[in-house]
């Protein structure tokens, strides 16, 4: 199965679990996450909702090309865009706290996954980035967009797009993409980073991130995400996407 849901002690876990693929995005993963998202709106019990990888080496590679190569028009692009853009919407908004736990590399779609969540604790040997602008396109899910609002200075947020490129760990905190930097096991970095916040009466939480969607609602969160989906559409049926998405294909399959 391409993805895992667990729920245990009000956490709600969604591991990608396609670790062959470096957890690629396909629609299986897609409409998994939003079984997810779909679970924790009917279940009042959940405290948390995490998202992660199988294995050490990557939390999630972003769209799965080998797929998606098969898009080629914009109206196609948009189809697939915009399906994973509102999911992530979805994670963004819920009422509970949601946490990235990253085990491993977070690049491209992977990378906006990640950002959409409210925290973002890393595996110190892991590596996150916005690496579309190296397949000639820019980020489609909506993550550009969560990024300017994650509070990031504008230029360490605007460099990580422009980069395209996969950053340290403790670069990433160090900027305040990354909430902590952690050795060991992910479980034990996530009991460790929950430990005060279990205490709290879940409606707290829930009343503190309203004041954030509440914000959302007022700028045109949702809007300025579709626009975002639309730039990146725009672009993925130009002949420098194609040409880089082959090229990136031969290089993996040698």
Same mark, same amino acid.
């Given at each position: 199965?391409?993805?895992?849901?667990?729920?245990?002690?009000?956490?709600?876990?969604?591991?990608?679990?396609?670790?062959?693929?470096?957890?690629?995005?396909?629609?299986?993963?897609?409409?998994? !996450?939003?079984?997810?998202?779909?679970?924790?709106?009917?279940?009042?019990?959940?405290?948390?909702?995490?998202?992660?990888?199988?294995?050490?080496?990557?939390?999630?590679?972003?769209?799965?090309?080998?797929?998606?190569?098969?898009?080629?028009?914009?109206?196609?692009?948009?189809?697939?865009?915009?399906?994973?853009?509102?999911?992530?919407?979805?994670?963004?908004?819920?009422?509970?706290?949601?946490?990235?736990?990253?085990?491993?590399?977070?690049?491209?779609?992977?990378?906006?996954?990640?950002?959409?969540?409210?925290? =973002? !604790?890393?595996?110190?040997?892991?590596?996150?980035?916005?690496?579309?602008?190296?397949?000639?396109?820019?980020?489609?899910?909506?993550?550009?967009?969560?990024?300017?609002?994650?509070?990031?200075?504008?230029?360490?947020?605007?460099?990580?797009?422009?980069?395209?490129?996969?950053?340290?760990?403790?670069?990433?905190?160090?900027?305040?993409?990354?909430? =902590?930097?952690?050795?060991?096991?992910?479980?034990?970095?996530?009991?460790?980073?929950?430990?005060?916040?279990?205490?709290?009466?879940?409606?707290?939480?829930?009343?503190?991130?309203?004041?954030?969607?509440?914000?959302?609602?007022?700028?045109?969160?949702?809007?300025?995400?579709?626009?975002?989906?639309?730039?990146?559409? =725009?672009?993925?049926?130009?002949?420098?996407?194609?040409?880089?998405?082959?090229?990136?294909?031969?290089?993996?399959?040698?």
């Amino acid at each position: 199965m391409a993805y895992l849901l667990e729920h245990k002690d009000g956490i709600v876990t969604f591991t990608i679990n396609r670790e062959e693929k470096r957890n690629a995005v396909n629609d299986e993963v897609m409409d998994g !996450l939003q079984e997810a998202i779909t679970y924790v709106e009917q279940n009042n019990d959940v405290r948390f909702l995490v998202v992660t990888g199988a294995g050490e080496k990557s939390f999630c590679s972003g769209g799965d090309l080998s797929v998606f190569h098969a898009l080629e028009t914009e109206d196609e692009a948009f189809g697939m865009l915009s399906k994973m853009a509102n999911i992530l919407y979805k994670l963004a908004t819920l009422p509970v706290p949601t946490i990235a736990l990253i085990n491993g590399t977070a690049v491209g779609g992977g990378c906006e996954i990640a950002t959409a969540c409210d925290f =973002r !604790l890393m595996a110190s040997h892991a590596k996150a980035g916005f690496i579309q602008g190296t397949l000639a396109i820019t980020s489609g899910w909506g993550g550009g967009t969560y990024l300017f609002e994650r509070g990031l200075r504008h230029d360490r947020a605007l460099k990580m797009l422009v980069d395209a490129k996969a950053y340290d760990a403790q670069v990433l905190y160090d900027i305040g993409w990354a909430m =902590r930097v952690f050795e060991g096991t992910k479980r034990g970095a996530l009991a460790d980073f929950i430990e005060d916040m279990r205490k709290i009466h879940p409606s707290v939480h829930q009343a503190y991130k309203e004041i954030e969607l509440r914000k959302w609602r007022e700028r045109n969160m949702y809007e300025r995400v579709m626009e975002e989906v639309r730039t990146c559409a =725009r672009l993925w049926e130009s002949e420098a996407h194609h040409q880089a998405v082959n090229s990136f294909l031969t290089k993996s399959k040698k």
